[in-house]
């Protein structure tokens, strides 16, 4: 019996397993699986290329859940397809406490779960970066090793959040076709019926920026998998809006909002048994049923097989070179390369902003990484992210490896997390430090899945001078260290950018963000060492003439500060040490005793950053001297800017003295 | 002669003192006022109703330069018009420390800039707000007292921003007809020719979420007054896509991405003015055309004194209602409605989630306070944002007072903003207090502008449960508290939350967030004060029962484990005092003396607060003892995650125990 007969069995299978979850969890969204199990069975019957057996097969289509609070169809779907993570009893402790089947699909909790979902509109951009790297590994490893489809099933709230624009527009501008957006068009969200907020023709929108576009019945199998099917035919990026029925099946929910963010409770549960004809007990899905889900899941291994073979067949350059970049390893020659030019740095003392150091640590970075993918969104000369090797990636040449995101902050850091979600390659991009607050939804998600992705913040004080408070970040260092799992570092001259970028390369474990000057800043690594003193998050630059009676922190470009503050300190007699601080969050890292050395035992501590105070409490004590800014910033020249809010060395001079008269 | 035989002349008088400005600043962005001068002379010279002399003019037309780095073509405008606080002299401090005339338009610098812009699209955002603001007022006061246009110039930036699309989707579900676009469609951005990474058919865009919409030749004057006229007489929101060259008139940059954010150098400007005829020095503007402009200014004040004959005439209850509300002042009885609503909660002790408790307190608020204007982005039921007294706004009933934003939580935020601006409306409205990341660009806005916007921020930790680590907030509180001059209150019972809605709506000087729970919290307010406590941020909730050895301080729902912790520590003999801490930022406000007391000098410190550490040190020191976040939540129930945090009264008495046995 060809499976599209039980194609209703096998999609009440998936409405069943998820509202009997959702009930017995007292918590959850029955809405989104009870009217997608259609959409969703097709999709992972007759298209999805993978095999649950072995989920991490690289050339494996991806498919994104963007609409996240239905976690319960895609974990249904693992279960039934035979990925092994997700067990019957996993179902039955649905948004547990230690179960992999979380509230919202959590990324690395589970095999087949590709990206973490829940905040809207983010899986349907991380989507875009996962198209985008697989025609950047197409270009790079051919048809036989790299050619799949990615799949994403979003929501009324996915189209709604502004993310999704400028996802569909950088999708559609880069003729990303091997994308295929399943929209299930329900006509529901939380508050009611969509037409209280929305009058939006999507499919509409959608055709604006260049994709193709269908409708279909969401609820008739043959008319989603020929939409599908012409979804895949075509050379741009395809929407296919599902017109679907919110509670499908629930016999007085359904097409109410009422279906949605709630348990529908025993006797609409039992209503939907009998108007669907599910004869089961909750978590008991039929044997037949089960077969022919877990059949469907072997749909792929042959393919797997062959694929697998292609790559055993492939020269020993290519096979060695993508199994190194899918395993996320950096080339052997990048430590060597990195310690060579720190060398040079320390011969040269080049006076350079970060930003600019940034780009020469990048011109030797790109040579000698095949995998970092670049681009900025629409700040190209003033992040100085493009370098030599790095060619547009356009829709003309998937071999680019330099992305225009356009003015697109948030769509640009989501589809980096989809990039870096996809594997093969490492991306990094870069907007104003301010506008990290334009893509924060997406930075959170980088550290929250523990993605390398590496942020280039540039202009990242009042040094910025004359475009004034709006472009100047005065918050922003405090809020990104504020962020669970995410590295933040503000270098402070050629070498230490060499240190930091080094540190974000390797560590394969959270993203990274670099806080980069826009004005110029004087070497103050001029000696070399060989060890990445940055990896300590904190160190000593300059020791004191005698026992230390100050301590001076600072970071990026108010070190120079510290460091003329030091000399006017020790000249009046008061020995003097300055601990250069790029990352708080690898200085919290060391062990005590390494914390404890550094932060010392002088009498009075100084912290200077041209930013907020308060994640410097931390280590100079709410007693602590704290030199930098309180309020907003302002338009003018920068070093009348650095005047006017007292971030100077005589400022820090005249604070210590007053202290040490007080304690006199 | 007519004004528009003079229109190229009065268009050159913006370009040139735009590039002359940015030329002496040597900073800036020539591209826009080059281009965008003959829509701004054909709008300020025949559409735009307003009063140079008058410009807080209640029912003047609003112009948005929502691309604010072309601020040069704004203060031309306001020169030419003749607005006394842009004077010549201020143009020649274009960009310089103290001016007006700061690198973007800094609303409050002078009168005529309506937003700070700068940030891309919240402009267009902004202007949203206020045409919704236009038709709440004019329902409420009818046609002689308001009736006006929002005019917007946006840029590519501008519209290839994801808020521009939650922008345009709620401005055409509304059909705020009196909202015209004028899209400066000049084809370039900084990275160099839009093709480069947009290929969007903006026009398709913006009919898909039902716009009118019209393309003309951004430098033909009768076309572009044709195409407003048109918009104007439109029942449907309005973009009129005004092709334009960019650095018009530039002999060699024109049409380049060169003549956006750079001066274009003294040999191009000369090329220019040869090319374009104006002979005129830098800064003078001839006398026959500053006339004509300055005539231009005097356009509206015949119909201004129209208006405030219709004001002096109309009843004294509208006219007195009017004037309060533009003054942004309170209504008489508030103060004793919340008055006898704290006593009744005293008496009554509710147990509530202070969602909740905020739904209760509303429903006395919007009693007694017209002007408030509720609203959510697709969480009503979640918020508590919804009264009695408010019903939804609508294209059909712009009386309503609730507005369903959608899922478009940064639209929200800057068309709260927007309609603050405005004047004669509060606005608040929710979201989960996560996603303060997906509007926090409008938050810090608000913040920067000093604007009475109050954020409903629900769901405020782990205490949301089930939903798990993408939506259950951990560093939000510490984020929020970074930005400056923003106020961040967490009640912790019924009553601080009715004390902390009224110090956010009494405080006219910048915006409020307020952090609710959804779980469940006992009231902790049970004896009647009349003062505010929650206005000293931080105050004594429960008293030592002798020399205090312990201070625990905790907000919110950590105040419930704080009384615990100190019961449990009193009874093992150790003093303990608590102090709620529901806001940082007025506690910083206080008195030395009075913050001073409030900390305390117990030997030990603790604080409680279901969030990370960061802003605790200023309180409790790098020594004191944290009970909190330290990384991301997780799936669960409440109890259970609490628990698993170890933010329990067991692990207070311990952490301090443990403490006090190292001390002995």
Redesign the interface.
């Known amino acids: 019996m060809p499976v599209s007969d039980n194609h209703a069995r096998m999609a009440n299978a998936i409405r069943f397993l998820s509202a009997d979850a959702v009930e017995k969890?007292n918590?959850?969204h029955p809405g989104l699986p009870m009217r997608a199990a259609d959409i969703a069975t097709v999709l992972y019957t007759r298209f999805l290329k993978h095999d649950p057996h072995h989920p991490h097969w690289p050339d494996r289509d991806r498919f994104v859940l963007s609409a996240?609070h239905g976690s319960m169809l895609l974990y249904a779907l693992l279960y039934l397809t035979g990925y092994e993570d997700i067990t019957i009893g996993e179902i039955e402790k649905f948004?547990?406490?230690?179960?992999k089947t979380?509230?919202?699909p959590?990324y690395g909790h589970a095999a087949g779960i590709e990206t973490?979902?829940?905040?809207?509109g983010q899986g349907l951009a991380n989507a875009v970066g996962m198209a985008m790297a697989e025609r950047i590994m197409n270009a790079r490893f051919g048809d036989d090793l790299v050619g799949h489809y990615t799949y994403v099933l979003a929501g009324?709230?996915c189209l709604?959040?502004?993310?999704?624009?400028?996802a569909i527009?950088?999708a559609?501008?880069l003729k990303l076709s091997r994308l295929i957006v399943l929209f299930d068009d329900n006509g529901i969200?939380?508050?009611?019926p969509i037409s209280?907020?929305?009058?939006?023709?999507?499919c509409?929108?959608f055709?604006?920026?260049?994709w193709h576009v269908q409708r279909c019945d969401g609820h008739d199998a043959d008319a989603i998998a020929r939409a599908i099917e012409a979804a895949q035919a075509s050379d741009k990026p395809s929407m296919i809006a599902c017109k679907t029925t919110i509670g499908f099946g629930a016999p007085t929910r359904a097409g109410s909002s009422k279906a949605h963010g709630s348990p529908l409770g025993a006797e609409e549960i039992a209503g939907a048994r009998k108007a669907l004809g599910w004869d089961a007990k909750p978590f008991v899905v039929p044997s037949d049923i089960l077969d022919l889900w877990r059949l469907a899941g072997l749909r792929s291994a042959k393919e797997r097989k062959e694929w697998e073979a292609r790559l055993a067949a492939a020269s020993g350059e290519i096979r060695t070179e993508f199994e190194r970049r899918m395993r996320g390893e950096l080339p052997g020659g990048f430590e060597s390369a990195i310690a060579d030019y720190k060398k040079k740095l320390a011969a040269e003392k080049p006076k350079l902003a970060t930003r600019k150091s940034s780009e020469n640590a990048l011109e030797v970075i790109n040579a000698a990484i095949p995998e970092t993918i670049g681009g900025?969104a629409?700040?190209?000369?003033?992040n100085n992210t493009k370098t030599s090797q790095t060619t547009?990636f356009?829709a003309d040449d998937y071999a680019g490896r330099y992305v225009?995101?356009?003015?697109?902050e948030?769509?640009m850091a989501a589809a980096m997390n989809g990039m870096a979600l996809h594997g093969g390659i490492i991306p990094y991009g870069g907007t104003f430090l301010?506008?990290t607050?334009?893509c924060?939804?997406s930075i959170?998600?980088s550290?929250?899945m523990g993605l390398r992705v590496i942020y280039v913040m540039t202009h990242d004080s009042i040094g910025l001078?004359?475009?004034?408070?709006?472009?100047q970040p005065?918050?922003h260092m405090?809020?990104l260290?504020?962020?669970?799992?995410l590295r933040v570092y503000r270098p402070a001259d050629a070498v230490e950018t060499a240190e930091c970028w080094q540190l974000a390369l390797e560590d394969t474990t959270g993203p990274s963000v670099l806080a980069l000057t826009r004005q110029n800043l004087p070497a103050v690594r001029t000696e070399h060492v060989e060890e990445n003193l940055c990896g300590f998050g904190a160190y000593e630059l300059e020791t004191a003439s005698d026992d230390a009676v100050v301590t001076i922190f600072a970071t990026g470009s108010e070190i120079e500060i510290a460091l003329a503050a030091r000399k006017k300190l020790e000249a009046n007699g008061h020995p003097t040490r300055v601990v250069s601080v790029p990352s708080m969050e690898r200085f919290a890292m060391q062990t005590r005793q390494y914390r404890t050395a550094m932060i010392g035992n002088a009498p009075i501590r100084v912290a200077i950053e041209a930013g907020?105070?308060?994640?410097w409490?931390?280590?100079i004590?709410?007693d602590g001297i704290f030199v930098g800014m309180?309020?907003?910033g302002?338009?003018?020249?920068y070093e009348?800017?650095y005047a006017?809010f007292g971030i100077t060395a005589d400022a820090v001079l005249k604070a210590v003295e007053e202290r040490l008269h007080e304690a006199a």
Chains 1, 2 share one sequence.
């Not at 709604?160 to 400028?166: L, N, R």
């Not at 209280?196 to 999507?202: E, F, V």
């Not at 302002?634 to 020249?637: D, E, T």
């Open positions: 969890a918590s959850g996240g948004r547990q406490l230690g179960s979380a509230g919202h959590e973490t979902t829940g905040p809207l009324d709230g709604m959040e502004g993310i999704s624009q400028e527009a950088l559609g501008h969200s939380i508050d009611g209280l907020s929305d009058s939006t023709d999507q509409a929108r055709e604006a920026s260049g900025s629409d700040l190209t000369g003033s547009p356009s225009y995101y356009g003015i697109r948030h769509g301010v506008f607050d334009y924060r939804p959170r998600l550290a929250l001078g004359e475009d004034g408070p709006t472009h005065v918050e405090a809020a260290r504020t962020i669970p799992n907020i105070r308060q994640p409490d931390a280590l004590g709410p309180s309020g907003f302002a338009s003018g020249k009348e800017l006017h």
